[in-house]
């Protein structure tokens, strides 16, 4: 069995990610606001801010390209819960 105490800051910097991307969604506030705001609320954790970062402005620059290939998969934004839409944006990033 793998040591996951090794990938720790990949995978609490996945954990915010998908955080940050239903906060997205959920109140449509700008993503700088949002990275300011995560990197403020955990600036005592070891978190990978700049892929974190460069993830979330990623997804909201391809919003509309992630949301094309969701729909030529036939999954529709209106029939998504914010937490399951999230985690696929991320996915496809």
Do not use: C, W
Not at 16 to 40: C, E, H, M, N
Not at 75 to 85: Q, T
């Amino acid at each position: 069995m793998k040591n996951l105490a090794n990938f720790k800051v990949a995978i609490r910097t996945r954990e915010y990610l998908v955080q940050a991307i239903y906060q997205y969604f959920f109140s449509k506030q700008d993503t700088s606001d949002i990275i300011d705001q995560f990197k403020d609320e955990h600036k005592t954790k070891k978190v990978d801010f700049d892929t974190f970062s460069s993830s979330l402005e990623s997804i909201k620059n391809n919003e509309m390209d992630l949301k094309q290939i969701l729909d030529s998969l036939g999954v529709k934004d209106s029939n998504m819960d914010l937490i399951d839409k999230s985690i696929l944006y991320f996915a496809l990033n």
